[in-house]
């Protein structure tokens, strides 16, 4: 009887053990590589990408670095920024947006597009923009001092669109002289 017993234990443990089923979960189709130019729209759920961009020029140093992530309808965005280069720099979290995946006004993706040539996903070096998902990594890279103007002051166009309000986008942006002494911003022309 006590044979019986270990043998019927041993044979529900033996079928519970293959019949156990594996929990397959859920995977993202989206390909840094492939996807882009179309990050917002092809984002998923299961997908974080970061996003850092190099805004140092000349003297002025400044990092930014955004988290992506969708949630149903929405895309958020939380960004960082530290105005130094040094390792181990604290960076300040800004205020967290979030817009629609449907959005016109932060056109992010227009950006990318326009910079495709910059881009190159097999560089072992840094980019003044890179964007990773996971292991996956995209670096955009300029070339000279004019260059990096160019893609500096279109960069923080796109930004100032999602936020208006920053002082951290600063290059597109005129400081000229009025009356009294007192400064006043405005935004320079693209060409």
Request: glycine residues 4%; contains cysteine.
């Amino acid at each position: 009887m006590k044979n019986l017993l270990i043998i019927l234990i041993l044979t529900l443990i033996y079928v519970s053990c293959k019949t156990e089923r594996k929990t397959q979960l859920p995977k993202s189709d989206f390909s840094l590589k492939k996807d882009y130019v179309e990050l917002t729209n092809k984002l998923t759920e299961l997908d974080t990408i970061k996003v850092w961009m190099n805004l140092s020029q000349c003297t002025y140093q400044g990092i930014e670095k955004l988290t992506i992530t969708r949630k149903k309808d929405s895309i958020k965005i939380q960004p960082e920024f530290a105005e130094s280069m040094i390792v181990g720099t604290e960076f300040i979290k800004e205020k967290e947006i979030i817009i629609s995946v449907n959005d016109t006004i932060w056109k992010f993706n227009e950006f990318l597009k326009r910079n495709e040539n910059r881009s190159q996903s097999d560089s072992l070096k840094y980019g003044r923009l890179q964007i990773t998902l996971n292991s996956e990594k995209l670096n955009f890279f300029t070339h000279g001092l004019g260059d990096s103007g160019k893609f500096l002051f279109d960069y923080c166009r796109t930004m100032k669109n999602i936020m208006p309000e920053s002082d951290n986008h600063i290059f597109g942006v005129e400081i000229i002289e009025i009356e009294d002494g007192e400064m006043e911003e405005t935004e320079l022309e693209s060409e």
